[in-house]
């Protein structure tokens, strides 16, 4: 399975906050992780640090995006209840009048909001941001107004300004967004002010088309605040989202020593971990997840798949069925084979074979499944069932070298099941020839293919060597003649070669058979058997 898909598959639990300030809600709702930020807030609305005017606001804005526009009023009223002196609540108010078509009243928020500080050009930036976000074709005029007035008021150096355009071209112009990003940082690095907002949309925007680049602007942002939570999640998402897994891993390493991260990230940290092979590691996470919320069944999932890589089954078992007992699981095929697999080293292969079954049933489009299901069957005894099954896969057009080899192999089990020479037995061979044919024009130059050919045939003849035999012997010694290297580490085909040669060729030619016998006794000099059969061949 691939890396990324497994991790994936840690994220879809609860995300169950730690000890967030609201001001983390707040960078994560620019960041633009609202469900994140929802929960920060809502969790802290009655801190005593929390500034229930700004994050009211917050919640305003999250409950409007999300389309519950009576909440997202009664949000924005409880922020001007908070504080009146926040111009905020206001702007929120009047963006509900603009999307209810009421443009007076609108307006007399905005008036509200300006009213109260008229040097903070920041309300200017968000008047136009809330005409944007009613809409920005009916509104357009609205917008250029207030973000050229916030510009020329402040001399260029408005970083909200230029992080509302940014947001504008974001879609159409990723890499103007960026630069308008970029502004917003300058902006307010010239202020030593941190624009947390402009680092993560930058990085965000740029990882796009160059995600060097912006793993560079998240490491700078975490040199200059190593203690932001958002800071150290999002390189650790953009070094995942990279395939930098190792990166990822350390990072997320040093984002769990930060108090402000989710039960979520603790679940991607434990899948991290397992891809870099840091079991035991994995597993304690994972154990920490449980012991917070034992019925989180990634986590079943998770220690499943690091007891299987230290292939202790009896655990994975163990695990595997508090995964499948589990009322909500989503159970993915992997579930399957890594429960199924634990079964069958055990000696359960009954049991491996329903699992398998049943995975087979619900996922028809997973065609892979039927060759585990096939090994399965074969580990049973059931050999009929696993060729079936084997031939079912490699019929559908799918399968590799191996597969094809292994489908010859199952139908050479099953020809050496019934007794020589009767039909059966001649039948399932030739299908088993056919299957390793094909591996064989997918790789004509490898010798052990030819070695399996020779084997399956001489199944269907019950051991009696005959000329399409001798042929595909003579080809793989050939192949292994190549290299002088192979006879040493090829013993045993060079060997059976030999011996079945100088058997058919007793018959056809007395020399050649002589020739091969002679060499089969250079490699085992001592073998009575041979020596025999090679005297009777002078007399």
């Known amino acids: 399975m691939q890396v990324k898909f497994v991790l994936s598959l840690m994220l879809a639990g609860a995300l169950t906050a730690s000890a967030q300030g609201y001001q983390d809600g707040v960078d994560n709702f620019n960041a633009g992780r609202i469900d994140v930020a929802k929960i920060i807030l809502n969790n802290t609305i009655n801190d005593a640090s929390t500034d229930k005017a700004v994050a009211y606001n917050y919640l305003g804005n999250i409950e409007f995006i999300e389309g519950n526009v009576a909440q997202a009023r009664a949000d924005y009223e409880k922020g001007v209840k908070a504080n009146d002196q926040n111009p905020y609540n206001y702007v929120g108010l009047g963006k509900i009048a603009l999307l209810n078509g009421n443009k007076a009243e609108a307006n007399n928020y905005f008036k509200q909001a300006k009213d109260i500080n008229k040097k903070n050009l920041a309300v200017l930036v968000a008047i136009a941001r809330a005409n944007y976000d009613v809409d920005p074709v009916a509104n357009a005029k609205d917008i250029e107004t207030n973000i050229a007035k916030a510009l020329k008021d402040s001399k260029n150096t408005e970083s909200s300004a230029f992080?509302?355009?940014?947001?504008?071209?974001?879609?159409?112009?990723?890499?103007?967004?960026?630069?308008?990003?970029?502004?917003?940082?300058?902006?307010?690095?010239?202020?030593?002010?941190?624009?947390?907002?402009?680092?993560?949309?930058?990085?965000?925007?740029?990882?796009?088309?160059?995600?060097?680049?912006?793993?560079?602007?998240?490491?700078?942002?975490?040199?200059?605040?190593?203690?932001?939570?958002?800071?150290?999640?999002?390189?650790?998402?953009?070094?995942?989202?990279?395939?930098?897994?190792?990166?990822?891993?350390?990072?997320?390493?040093?984002?769990?020593?930060?108090?402000?991260?989710?039960?979520?990230?603790?679940?991607?940290?434990?899948?991290?971990?397992?891809?870099?092979?840091?079991?035991?590691?994995?597993?304690?996470?994972?154990?920490?997840?449980?012991?917070?919320?034992?019925?989180?069944?990634?986590?079943?999932?998770?220690?499943?798949?690091?007891?299987?890589?230290?292939?202790?089954?009896?655990?994975?078992?163990?695990?595997?069925?508090?995964?499948?007992?589990?009322?909500?699981?989503?159970?993915?095929?992997?579930?399957?084979?890594?429960?199924?697999n634990a079964l069958s080293n055990q000696g359960k292969t009954a049991e491996a074979v329903a699992v398998y079954e049943k995975a087979v049933e619900l996922n028809p489009n997973k065609p892979e499944l039927l060759v585990d299901l096939s090994d399965a069957y074969g580990k049973n005894g059931q050999n009929e069932e696993a060729v079936n099954t084997m031939k079912r896969y490699l019929d559908g057009g799918n399968g590799k070298v191996n597969d094809f080899v292994q489908m010859a192999r199952r139908y050479d089990g099953l020809a050496r099941s019934f007794e020589v020479g009767t039909p059966e037995r001649i039948e399932a061979a030739a299908e088993g020839a056919k299957y390793i044919n094909v591996a064989i024009e997918k790789t004509p130059n490898t010798p052990i293919v030819y070695a399996i050919k020779s084997q399956i045939l001489l199944g269907g003849t019950g051991n009696k060597p005959n000329e399409e035999i001798a042929q595909t012997y003579e080809k793989m010694l050939e192949l292994l003649n190549a290299d002088p290297e192979n006879k040493a580490k090829n013993l045993a085909l060079y060997k059976a070669a030999d011996y079945m040669l100088g058997i058919y060729y007793t018959d056809v030619d007395k020399d050649k058979a002589k020739s091969y016998l002679d060499d089969y006794l250079t490699l085992d000099p001592e073998d009575d058997r041979i020596k025999v059969l090679r005297e009777s061949l002078d007399k």
């Open 163 to 340: 992080l509302l355009q940014g947001d504008m071209k974001a879609k159409e112009d990723p890499g103007e967004a960026a630069a308008l990003y970029e502004m917003a940082i300058e902006a307010d690095k010239a202020k030593n002010v941190v624009n947390r907002e402009a680092y993560v949309k930058y990085a965000n925007t740029y990882f796009k088309v160059a995600p060097s680049f912006a793993i560079d602007k998240l490491k700078e942002l975490n040199q200059l605040e190593p203690n932001s939570a958002l800071a150290q999640r999002e390189l650790a998402e953009k070094y995942y989202d990279n395939e930098q897994f190792g990166s990822a891993c350390i990072q997320y390493g040093k984002y769990m020593e930060n108090p402000n991260h989710f039960q979520s990230d603790e679940q991607r940290y434990a899948g991290l971990l397992f891809s870099a092979k840091e079991y035991d590691k994995s597993m304690a996470i994972a154990q920490k997840v449980l012991d917070k919320d034992p019925n989180n069944y990634f986590m079943f999932r998770i220690i499943m798949m690091d007891k299987n890589e230290l292939k202790d089954y009896t655990a994975v078992e163990e695990m595997g069925k508090k995964l499948f007992e589990h009322p909500n699981a989503d159970l993915i095929p992997n579930d399957y084979i890594l429960y199924g």
